[in-house]
């Protein structure tokens, strides 16, 4: 069985808030929701019982922040570049 494309399928989302309202249909999984509230109890166990200096927390707290905010940037940056070479050396009927 051959699957068939449209093109047309692409562009139907003409905002963003288009592409959020067609997103809310992906449900999270059971495993995902469990995994997730099993971090949240284990960062909240550290945080209030098991670290006892709360300027050791606040530190990491920022260390770690500041690694996201690098990675993100980073990823941003990549997917701007790569954006841009596809943009320059495509057809413009493809934009």
Known sequence: MRYSFDDGELTSEKSL???YKLSRRIMP??????????VMIA???????????ESRLL??????????????????????????IFATLSKPGMM
């Open 17 to 19: 808030w288009d592409v």
């Open 29 to 38: 999984g059971k495993t995902q929701v469990v995994l997730t509230f099993l």
């Open 43 to 53: 960062l909240g166990l550290n945080a209030f019982f098991f670290v006892g200096d």
């Open 59 to 84: 530190a990491d707290v920022r260390r770690w922040s500041e690694l996201g905010l690098d990675f993100s940037i980073t990823t941003l940056g990549f997917l701007i570049a790569g954006f841009t």
